[in-house]
């Protein structure tokens, strides 16, 4: 079984902040971890994912995530907050190989991003 | 990147009638497809897993009868809600992905907004 939490349903940062997102999750086996964006009324864009190797990941838009095992965490930041980056931001984990390989998503955290 | 288009994008139908949601993968072959619902201000919930040429796996509580899907070809699944009610009003997203190699990733449609009277 898997599961993922993200801490914060709503953030709130100021144009040019840093963005951090917790998202901490639980697998049976070593998971696949990804990062989505949704925009009003459109479906999921990937951000980035982890499955092996380097545990720092960069995406699109300026974001990156660092996998730690230890924490069992891969939180989600962004230097200086845009506009442009308001939307609901998903956390999602996935067991590799598994039957379905289904994702499994946190309850996600809606940015704003303040003038 | 691989293109997953959804139709219609919205549609509003009476209390009763059916509706029918297509997921179609554009530039690649899906052997496996995800169908989501939405509720406003809340997750994804996986609703089934439509597999080409077989049965969807439905969700624990999700009722096969009442969302049937169906994925005849490596391209195109669809998702039709019979004799819908208001509370199946809710944004449905579909994710495909595709049959050479994997490391995980699902790409998603745009959504479906159906909205019952």
């Known amino acids: 079984a898997q599961s993922v939490t993200q801490l914060g349903s709503h953030v709130s940062v100021s144009e040019g902040a840093l963005v951090l997102l917790r998202c901490n999750y639980s697998?049976?086996?070593?998971?696949?971890l990804f990062w989505y964006v949704q925009y009003p009324n459109q479906g999921l864009q990937l951000l980035l994912k982890?499955?092996?190797?380097?545990?720092l990941v960069k995406g699109i838009n300026g974001f990156e995530a660092e996998f730690k095992k230890s924490e069992t965490s891969f939180h989600l930041t962004k230097p200086s907050a845009h506009m442009s980056d308001a939307a609901e931001y998903f956390c999602a984990v996935s067991a590799p190989r598994a039957a379905g390989n289904k994702l499994t998503f946190g309850g996600g955290t809606r940015v704003l991003v303040k003038p | 990147g691989a293109v997953v288009s959804q139709h219609p994008s919205r549609v509003i139908c009476k209390s009763g009638t059916s509706v029918k949601i297509e997921c179609r993968s554009l530039d690649f072959q899906a052997t496996t497809m995800f169908w989501y619902r939405q509720f406003p201000k809340q997750s994804l919930m996986l609703m089934a897993t439509?597999?080409?040429?077989?049965?969807?796996?439905?969700e624990q509580g999700v009722e096969k009868d009442k969302f049937l899907i169906n994925h005849a070809s490596l391209t195109l699944s669809t998702l039709t809600v019979t004799s819908a009610h208001p509370e199946d009003s809710s944004f449905y997203i579909c994710s495909a992905r595709g049959t050479s190699g994997f490391t995980g990733e699902l790409f998603f449609g745009e959504g479906s907004r159906l909205t019952v009277l």
């Open positions: 697998s049976s086996v070593p998971p696949y």
């Open positions: 439509s597999n080409e040429g077989s049965k969807a796996t439905y």
């Open positions: 982890y499955t092996t190797g380097a545990t």
